[in-house]
């Protein structure tokens, strides 16, 4: 399993820390704008906007602020026009990281990410040099307790899932994008409680990172993580529980 995804859980652990709410709502906010602009306010037929809604109300974001960044999306309510984009490049110890932004600046964005990247051991790459090493899936991390992992595997293998993947204290399942809302139900059905669920990107391959690097990588991954127009980091790097729980500690 990638490391960025053993983060993912650990920052969900620990509640994301209320100072970082407002960045959370932000985050969400423009997601939710987005995924209704592309694909409509209807989330019946726009699985994005689901998943994006989904995680809005896991952090307990108000209805009323999902009602309107809905709207905003579709051009009922003003706003500024937000540009949605990648940006790509490597980290400490060669780990490929693929940035997701969303910005009403684009040369703002891009000034602040390359800026991370060069004070924390890290370098800008050019459009395309990482983005083919990510597969974009579906992840839904199932709390270890209250299904075993017999009956994970059956409930999500029937329904559609690519893999079950044991972790310390999850069962995460893999599906691919179209099976993801009919995996989760069937999971919801036998009453599965989730750390994550949300459409994401697995990497094809993993760079394992010693003590020193991860360090390193992860100080830069919280940095652009801590910007206001990033989206979304995925990278592929592979962190050792114990190291990494060390460093998070």
Not at 123 to 142: H, I, Q, R, T
Not at 205 to 221: E, I, N, R, S, Y
Request: aromatic share 4%; net charge negative.
């Amino acid at each position: 399993m990638s490391g960025h995804n053993k983060w993912s859980k650990i920052k969900h652990k620990k509640g994301a820390a209320d100072a970082k709410r407002g960045k959370i709502f932000g985050r969400l906010i423009k997601e939710i704008a987005l995924a209704a602009r592309q694909g409509g306010g209807d989330i019946i037929g726009n699985a994005r906007l689901r998943s994006a809604i989904a995680e809005a109300r896991a952090e307990n974001m108000p209805n009323d602020n999902i009602d309107r960044a809905i709207k905003r999306g579709t051009g009922e309510l003003d706003g500024a026009a937000i540009e949605e984009f990648s940006l790509e490049g490597y980290g400490p110890g060669g780990v490929a990281m693929l940035v997701e932004c969303a910005s009403d600046n684009r040369v703002r964005t891009v000034s602040d990410v390359r800026s991370a990247l060069t004070k924390h051991g890290g370098n800008m790459g050019e459009a395309g040099c990482v983005a083919w090493m990510f597969d974009k899936k579906g992840l839904l991390s199932v709390q270890k307790g209250k299904l075993s992992e017999d009956q994970v595997l059956e409930v999500a293998l029937d329904a559609g899932a690519e893999d079950v993947q044991e972790q310390a204290d999850t069962f995460d399942v893999i599906t691919p994008l179209e099976a993801f809302d009919k995996v989760k139900a069937a999971l919801d059905a036998k009453g599965a409680q989730y750390v994550l669920a949300k459409l994401t990107r697995i990497p094809q391959t993993q760079v394992p990172l010693d003590a020193g690097h991860a360090k390193k990588f992860l100080d830069l991954l919280s940095k652009i993580e801590d910007l206001d127009d990033v989206q979304n980091v995925w990278a592929n790097f592979d962190i050792d529980d114990k190291i990494l729980e060390q460093l998070t500690a």
